[in-house]
């Protein structure tokens, strides 16, 4: 994937996060400091290879949607956070930041209610 929004492998620290994905089944103990920064509220959605959580960044108010998928989806990701990244619009979910864990990516996104 490349670097884009917020991600930047070289550059995270390292150390371990654990956490809950797909049908409660424990994630692999992970190098990526960067999703110590989100505390996981209850799932909101399921999909076959994917889980989504409600969250919010550590410090602030603002819940935001954070989705757990099976890196088997990979290049649909890819396609995803390319062409997501850059756009604000009013109809567009809003793409925040995503990080990659052994076995999960997470994408951060825009919660949407109502």
């Known amino acids: 994937l490349p670097a884009v929004g917020k991600w930047s492998p070289a550059g995270a620290e390292s150390s371990e996060w654990t956490g809950q994905c797909q049908a409660g089944r424990r994630v692999d103990t992970c190098t990526t400091a960067k999703m110590e920064n989100f505390v996981l509220y209850e799932e909101i959605g399921k999909g076959n290879k994917s889980t989504v959580y409600k969250g919010r960044r550590k410090g602030t108010i603002n819940f935001v949607a954070i989705l757990c998928i099976d890196k088997s989806k990979r290049p ?39």
Do not use: A, K, P
């Not at 990701?77 to 997470?106: A, D, K, P």
């Open 76 to 114: 649909e990701i890819t396609n995803r956070v390319r062409l997501t990244h850059g756009i604000e619009h009013q109809n567009i979910v809003l793409f925040h930041e995503w990080y990659e864990t052994s076995n999960h990516l997470w994408l951060v996104v825009e919660l949407c209610t109502g």
